[in-house]
């Protein structure tokens, strides 16, 4: 840190993305992006976009919103594309969280606190319950903005459009977020509430469902007024905020139904072929309704299962929050991929013994 660092983020934490080592090649299951290519048609687009790199993106993401706009039924007015949903949850917490407070589960996405220090929001946790689940209940007497994944991240599970619609309607005069990066693998969206609900706002990222990890595309969907002042932030900040090559390629991505709904089946039924066989070798894990399993089991601990593996060429990921640092999670890659995870876990139990 050097001298001139300002003393009000000296105690600043900041978020730590999963490694991408590049010592080897390894199969790659610690950060939840999808194992298959982009759409061919996004991918057909880049190089002409690539040609007109030399003009400025344009500010109001005009043709993404129109695409994310009539693929939910809404209108383009109450979505706004951001840098990754990374940016719209930051955006989100400065526009309806800071000067207030906040709330969250105390298992869950790594960056809600690092956003909430960033912009000096004071906030509280909430448990899960026993099976890492929301119990709604919980926030009915909180007024201070709140923010949950759902699919939960880290454990992956999920809650009912009848929950989510119980914990917007519990108090209008604060705003609820709902982190949705992994509502694609089976569940069921909440953008619909928001015709209904002007204190909802639903967040989704092309990172995961949508193979666009790299291309940093997410966005936000509300009624009207919630993003005209989420633009209010974005033209504060940086109004090109999403670069001319992923706009063009993420309208492709969301308007090819057919591989977004091809990809997505894979991942949910490589999903049940792993369960499956992380429980047959004693493994224990909550219902995953995303694109990883949270797994557990009394014969290793989560650190030197996620060490031995990563020594055989498989990476996931271990996360150090106490209720989950005995587990690792596994991100769900090709099934190929996780037949070889799931060799590898039987030898390394086999040498325990
Ligand atoms: C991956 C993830 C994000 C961030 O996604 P980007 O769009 O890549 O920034 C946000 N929230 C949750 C819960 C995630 O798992």
Do not use: W
């Amino acid at each position: 840190m050097s001298r001139f660092f300002s003393e009000k983020l000296f105690s600043l934490e900041p978020y730590t993305p999963g490694e991408q080592p590049r010592d080897m090649v390894y199969i790659k299951l610690n950060t939840n992006e999808s194992p298959y290519s982009p759409s061919p048609k996004a991918l057909a687009v880049i190089e002409g976009e690539a040609s007109k790199l030399n003009l400025y993106s344009d500010p109001t993401a005009r043709f993404l919103h129109e695409a994310i706009a009539d693929h939910y039924g809404v209108t383009a007015d109450r979505v706004i594309a951001t840098n990754g949903s990374d940016e719209a949850l930051a955006f989100a917490f400065d526009a309806f969280a800071s000067g207030k407070s906040l709330a969250f589960p105390d298992v869950t996405y790594g960056f809600y606190p690092v956003f909430a220090n960033l912009f000096g929001i004071p906030y509280t946790t909430v448990p899960l319950d026993d099976t890492f689940t929301i119990r709604v209940e919980d926030y009915a007497n909180i007024d201070s903005t709140v923010v949950i994944a759902n699919p939960n991240a880290q454990t992956g599970t999920y809650l009912p459009l009848s929950k989510i619609e119980e914990l917007v309607a519990q108090n209008r005069d604060r705003v609820v977020i709902v982190d949705e990066a992994y509502i694609d693998f089976g569940g069921e969206t909440a953008i619909p509430l928001t015709d209904r609900y002007d204190n909802l706002l639903v967040v989704q990222t092309f990172s995961k469902s949508r193979n666009l990890a790299g291309a940093r595309i997410g966005f936000a969907v509300g009624c009207a007024d919630l993003i005209a002042d989420l633009n209010r932030v974005k033209y504060s900040f940086n109004p090109y905020n999403v670069n001319r090559i992923s706009m063009a390629a993420a309208v492709e991505a969301m308007k090819d139904e057919a591989y977004f709904a091809e990809c997505t089946k894979k991942v949910v039924e490589t999903r049940g072929y792993t369960a499956a066989a992380l429980a047959k070798l004693g493994f224990t894990y909550p219902a995953s309704m995303a694109n990883f399993i949270l797994a557990h089991t009394d014969k290793i601990d989560g650190k030197e299962l996620y060490q031995k593996l990563k020594s055989k060429g498989v990476l996931v990921r271990h996360l150090s929050d106490a209720r989950i640092a005995d587990s690792i999670r596994i991100t769900i890659g090709t099934r190929e991929q996780m037949e070889t995870l799931i060799r590898k876990i039987q030898e390394i139990l086999e040498d325990l013994t």
